[in-house]
T-cell receptor, first 113, second 114 residues
């Protein structure tokens, strides 16, 4: 079975500073990886996904993530955050096919003015 | 852009009552899912549905839960006799086909059981 670990439950960062949200996964087979964002009182929005190909994937709102198979990581980065990036970010994994998505516990990003 | 919709946005019910949460997946999608998120906890998979039958369910999805696609557009989750611990945000998701793995999530229904 697959699992996802998000190492930081909360990450405070000053506006315009860079940020990295960490995600590690565990699976005995190939996986497909996602980052979702949840703004307060809203649903889950897909930020980016890794299915295959280039290990650096770019998403919406200036976010990017790098798939590292040897370290089983899929960390999310943004070079300069804005107040509007304050939200909860979920790393997620699926085995493909019709399989379910397994989510990490989430990281709350708090951007400080 | 097409999106998954869910109704109601917030449902309050008394313990022991039946509730039906409704979802309208994106129209050409073939795979449907329900997830829940208890306050402060991770999003958990409940059930997946394809070709008018359940394809996978979690241990949370016991006999109190059922899903149905009563017509060509709606996808419902029924909780037969709600418990306090069923209070959560319930998300519906849909996916277009087997090869594209992205699931599109609805905005959620917040269920409060009193």
């Amino acid at each position: 079975a697959q699992s996802v670990t998000q190492l930081d439950s909360q990450v405070p960062v000053f506006e315009e500073a860079p940020v990295e949200l960490r995600c590690n996964y565990s699976s005995s087979v190939s996986v497909y990886l996602f980052w979702y964002v949840q703004y307060p009182n809203q649903g889950l929005q897909l930020l980016l996904k890794y299915l295959s190909g280039s290990t650096l994937v770019k998403g919406i709102n200036g976010f990017e993530a790098e798939f590292n198979k040897s370290q089983t990581s899929f960390h999310l980065r943004k070079p300069s955050v804005h107040i509007s990036d304050t939200a909860e970010y979920f790393c997620a994994v699926t085995l493909g096919g019709y399989q379910k998505v397994t989510f990490g516990i989430g990281t709350k990003l708090q951007v400080i003015p | 852009e097409p999106e998954v919709t869910q109704t109601p946005s917030h449902q309050v019910t008394q313990m022991g009552q039946e509730v039906i949460l409704r979802c309208v997946p994106i129209s050409n999608h073939l795979y449907f899912y329900w997830y829940r998120q208890i306050l402060g906890q991770k999003v958990e998979f409940l059930v997946s549905f394809y070709n008018n039958e359940i394809s996978e369910k979690s241990e949370i999805f016991d006999d109190q839960f059922s899903v149905e696609r009563p017509d060509g557009s709606n996808f419902t989750l029924k909780i037969r006799s709600t418990k306090l611990e069923d209070s959560a945000m319930y998300f519906c998701a849909s996916r277009i086909d087997r090869e594209l793995y992205e699931q599109y999530f609805g905005p959620g229904t917040r269920l409060t059981v009193t």
